[in-house]
């Protein structure tokens, strides 16, 4: 798959909002039912929903064997479903208005063009091949996460189908492996993105007012709690696509490896993956690697260790030393990783001179997307006008703002009005 082609489809499942994020006015179960009623008649029997996702600190470090901290976000993907007796499956999607249908057989052919639809397709074919009967369905997709903003709706929305289609087949499947699942169906030729863990683990596993530290070499997942009443987290969307994703993302990982495997060559240690390179040993053979693969190693490097410095510094309330690692998040990324841009770097350039700000830095794959800040409670909205005013006025395009607090993650239920989760 080429760079355009995975850059449209990923982030695509939300309509991008140019505006601040009200956390409250999410995907009512009401909406969804008097839709899928319209669209398919009678109403579903289940509706699931996967929450995106922001990763607070540790970027780049989860398909390096790292560590991540990332938090479930009051932004979703919803499906409501029917299974029928007989027929194809048949997927709507709110979000572009189209329908699409395919047959549930065990081994799926790849549809003849990519979209919206190959996900959840990657998804039941992971189903089929793990034994699971995947029945004919309606299946109504709705979804407010923003468009290629780095919030992970891909991820989303791979979650939300794993956990509708486990209770639609009746397996007993636990979400850490549903989430092991979904980035299965993402690795698979129907997507074809080679993306670590974190997104899928924090959409399945995220926890309401914590933050989700997961260890991706061992899986090993530990909640954090975050204080909404200290910090909120601001998401600002750059509104800038991040068209070369793959290729440059792709890029990333190849020197990473590389580089993992000329240290393990030079020193005669077999680093299982690249978090288990000791400082040491990096600095002591640096002069070996290419000026890339420096870099990139001494991003993942440093980052992992500020990882863990940010979840001490939650622990002990220390909401400023929290802001100085997110700042130095984002220079690494911008000068080792070199994996920002210019407008990213303008709105940390701007959230750090604002009020009330802790800290700010890019999240996400980079090349656009969103940056994540700390602010004090009290100053998000003086800090969500200053900003857009002053990022409007060079850039010509005003940014998104969501305001969320740590939420639960996915989880599926009968549907009921009034009911939402």
Known sequence: MDAPEVAKLHGFFGKSRDRTYDKDAMIDNETMM??????FGGAPVLIARAPGRINLIGEHTDYNGGLVLPAAINLEIK??????????????SENYGEEYSFYPVDELSLPAAK????????????FARRGAAVPPMDVFINGDVPLSAG????????????????????????????????????????VGVRCGIMDQFASALGCKDHALLVDCHTLECEAVPFSSKNAAIVIVNSMKQRELRASEYN?????CEDGLKKICAISGHQFPTVRHIPMSVFSRYTGK?????????????????????????????????????????HESLR?????????????????????????CRMTGAGFGGCAVALVTP????????????????????????????????????????????
């Open 34 to 39: 008097a839709r899928f009623d319209e669209v």
């Open 79 to 92: 499906m409501a479903a029917r299974a029928r007796k007989s027929g194809p499956i048949r997927l709507f």
């Open 115 to 126: 979209g919206w639809h190959s996900f959840f397709m990657a998804v039941a074919d992971q």
């Open 151 to 190: 919030l992970s709706s891909s991820a989303a929305y791979e979650v939300c189908a794993a956990v509708l289609l486990s209770h639609v087949c009746g397996t007993n499947i636990g979400m850490k492996q549903l989430a092991l699942l979904a980035q299965a169906a993402e690795h698979s030729p129907f």
């Open 251 to 255: 890029q990333r990982r190849r020197e």
């Open 289 to 329: 690697l290419s000026e890339n693969e420096r870099k990139r190693l001494r991003h993942n490097l440093t980052e992992n260790q500020r990882v863990l410095d940010f979840v001490a510094a939650l622990r002990a309330d220390d909401w400023r030393g929290c802001g100085n690692l997110l700042c130095q998040s």
């Open 335 to 359: 000068d080792d990783y070199d994996v920002s841009c210019a407008e990213l770097d303008r709105i940390v350039e701007i959230a750090r001179n604002c009020d009330g700000v802790y800290g």
């Open 378 to 421: 009290g100053a998000v909205d003086d800090f969500s006008r200053g900003l857009s005013a002053e990022y409007e006025k060079e850039f010509t395009a005003r940014p998104g703002i969501y305001v969320s607090t740590p939420a639960d993650g996915a989880n599926a239920a009968a549907p009921s009005k009034g009911d939402d989760e």
